[in-house]
């Protein structure tokens, strides 16, 4: 054991971590948080993640962490059934998708996306003449398009590449400063590599054109200019009538009205929408930021779905929300659970994966208004949840079930009762 990291002289500098194997590292790190040894060979079972991708996917690796990849059944998006891969921790969600999509099947969802565009910005300040510099910028469309597509020919040679061109003038509490957002088609790339290599390749000629300073060059994540879609139709007959339809309505206008319900409800949008981006490998903070920026670009936040009834007294839902995910690079391309997701979702383009993704959040919330306007969202739980808290109380094999079907008929499901209850079944 490394001396500096027993006792009273641990430490958290520790040279050359970086430099050692996984196991190398969680040697030290179990010494130094004195481990067990169950503990430390539990970390160092790297499950269906190779080692050396896991230590090439980021810095310092040790460890993975696994969470289920559950199926959601029933899907059909744009006429094509889909079965899709959802990595989540928390239960009901794979359910809840599943119960949505089955009430809907035969019209199932209709989707569109805006396009794969991403906007990368350079922070131009200090500039001496705002307004004329603008022009400038824009008047250099070309010069800009030409250092860009210059950064990346494969992308172009894909069809996708600089685009557009913006200059904003923004006033700030450190004063005025000039954002020009390069528009750029990432095609099947998530593109964030690409659109900062591009805003970190023309800074200096902004800096020039401007006669500012350039600071930041950096991807936008409220890509607003990538907006998946999906609609659909829930019959009245099918949704259990026009008393379930008001009040999933009277949900629906309580969280467009309101930002304390309306985070919790989308909240419950990405808990579909998260696990699908994370099955795929893609970037779920990226996705997140996106989604909660644009439910408040009206200047409250707000519900990132809408409801509506249809002429024949049906119930019509429908979501819009910023979708950068892609196909290659990254975790996409290596992780290979990522890769076999992609394959059981047979999606061959970003385009049909960001679609899929928005009509799943649709489903989610579906769900989600649906169970809190009626029976609540306690009973869906139950089942899974009972289960959880056995296994925390100790529980192992079939006193599992045993345990969580005595905690739900007693309709208390806690840790104590479920010791109580494991003590009385080991005592049997
Ligand atoms: C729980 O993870 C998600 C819900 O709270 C979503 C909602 O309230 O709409 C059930």
């Given at each position: 054991?490394?001396?500096?990291?027993?006792?009273?002289?641990?430490s958290?500098?520790?040279g050359?971590?970086?430099?050692?194997?996984?196991?190398?590292?969680?040697?030290?790190?179990?010494?130094?948080?004195?481990?067990?040894?169950?503990?430390?060979?539990?970390?160092a079972?790297?499950?269906?993640?190779?080692?050396?991708?896991?230590?090439?996917?980021?810095?310092?690796?040790?460890?993975?962490?696994?969470?289920?990849?559950?199926?959601?059944?029933?899907?059909?998006?744009?006429?094509?059934?889909?079965?899709?891969?959802?990595?989540?921790?928390?239960?009901?969600v794979?359910?809840?998708?599943?119960?949505?999509?089955?009430?809907?099947?035969?019209s199932?969802?209709?989707?569109?996306?805006s396009?794969?565009?991403?906007?990368?910005?350079v922070?131009?300040?200090?500039?001496?003449?705002?307004?004329?510099?603008?022009?400038?910028?824009?008047?250099?469309?070309?010069?800009?398009?030409?250092?860009?597509?210059?950064?990346?020919?494969?992308?172009?040679?894909?069809?996708?590449?600089?685009?557009?061109?913006?200059?904003r003038?923004?006033?700030?509490?450190?004063?005025?400063?000039?954002?020009?957002?390069?528009?750029?088609?990432?095609?099947?790339?998530?593109?964030a590599?690409?659109?900062?290599?591009?805003?970190e390749?023309?800074?200096?000629?902004?800096?020039?054109w401007?006669?500012?300073?350039?600071?930041?060059?950096?991807?936008s994540?409220?890509?607003?200019?990538r907006?998946?879609?999906?609609?659909?139709?829930?019959?009245?007959?099918?949704?259990?009538?026009?008393?379930?339809?008001?009040?999933?309505?009277?949900?629906?206008?309580?969280?467009?009205?309101?930002?304390?319900?309306?985070?919790?409800?989308?909240?419950?949008?990405m808990?579909?929408?998260?696990?699908?981006?994370?099955?795929?490998?893609?970037?779920?903070?990226?996705?997140?930021?996106?989604?909660?920026?644009?439910?408040?670009?009206?200047?409250?936040?707000?519900?990132?779905?809408?409801?509506?009834?249809?002429?024949?007294g049906?119930l019509?839902?429908?979501?819009?929300?910023?979708?950068?995910?892609?196909?290659?690079?990254?975790?996409?391309?290596?992780?290979?659970t990522?890769?076999?997701?992609?394959?059981?979702?047979?999606?061959?383009?970003?385009?049909?994966?960001?679609?899929?993704?928005?009509?799943?959040?649709?489903?989610?919330?579906?769900?989600?208004?649906?169970?809190?306007?009626?029976?609540?969202?306690?009973?869906?739980?139950?089942?899974?949840h009972?289960?959880?808290?056995?296994m925390?109380?100790?529980?192992?094999?079939?006193?599992?079930?045993?345990?969580?079907?005595?905690?739900?008929?007693?309709?208390?499901?806690?840790?104590?009762?479920?010791?109580?209850?494991?003590?009385?079944?080991?005592?049997?």
């Amino acid at each position: 054991m490394n001396s500096t990291l027993s006792g009273r002289n641990r430490s958290s500098r520790i040279g050359g971590f970086h430099r050692k194997s996984p196991l190398e590292r969680l040697d030290l790190v179990a010494a130094f948080a004195d481990l067990d040894e169950a503990a430390r060979s539990h970390l160092a079972d790297m499950g269906n993640l190779p080692v050396p991708l896991a230590d090439k996917l980021i810095e310092n690796a040790i460890a993975t962490m696994n969470v289920p990849i559950g199926i959601a059944t029933n899907m059909k998006v744009d006429g094509e059934d889909v079965l899709v891969p959802m990595a989540t921790e928390e239960s009901s969600v794979v359910a809840a998708v599943c119960n949505a999509a089955r009430q809907n099947y035969d019209s199932g969802f209709t989707t569109s996306l805006s396009g794969t565009l991403m906007i990368a910005q350079v922070q131009a300040v200090d500039v001496p003449d705002p307004h004329a510099a603008r022009l400038r910028l824009l008047e250099r469309r070309d010069d800009i398009r030409a250092i860009c597509d210059a950064c990346d020919p494969v992308l172009v040679k894909l069809g996708g590449g600089f685009r557009d061109l913006e200059v904003r003038l923004l006033e700030t509490r450190g004063g005025p400063m000039l954002i020009t957002h390069l528009i750029v088609d990432t095609r099947d790339a998530m593109g964030a590599n690409a659109v900062n290599t591009m805003a970190e390749k023309v800074a200096p000629q902004i800096a020039a054109w401007s006669g500012g300073r350039v600071y930041l060059r950096i991807l936008s994540n409220l890509a607003d200019r990538r907006l998946a879609r999906a609609h659909a139709v829930w019959k009245l007959a099918d949704i259990g009538g026009a008393e379930v339809r008001d009040g999933m309505l009277a949900a629906y206008h309580f969280a467009a009205a309101d930002p304390y319900r309306a985070a919790t409800h989308n909240k419950g949008i990405m808990n579909g929408i998260s696990a699908v981006v994370l099955a795929t490998g893609n970037d779920t903070r990226a996705v997140e930021a996106g989604a909660h920026a644009y439910a408040a670009r009206c200047g409250h936040y707000s519900s990132l779905t809408h409801y509506e009834v249809t002429r024949e007294g049906d119930l019509s839902a429908s979501i819009e929300l910023p979708m950068a995910v892609g196909l290659i690079g990254g975790a996409t391309r290596l992780h290979p659970t990522a890769q076999a997701c992609l394959r059981i979702l047979g999606v061959r383009t970003a385009e049909r994966l960001a679609r899929i993704i928005a009509a799943v959040g649709l489903a989610q919330n579906f769900s989600a208004l649906k169970a809190l306007a009626t029976v609540g969202i306690q009973k869906g739980h139950m089942d899974l949840h009972a289960q959880n808290i056995a296994m925390m109380a100790g529980a192992v094999g079939d006193e599992v079930d045993a345990v969580a079907k005595a905690l739900v008929a007693k309709g208390t499901v806690r840790v104590d009762v479920a010791e109580q209850v494991l003590n009385e079944l080991r005592r049997a």
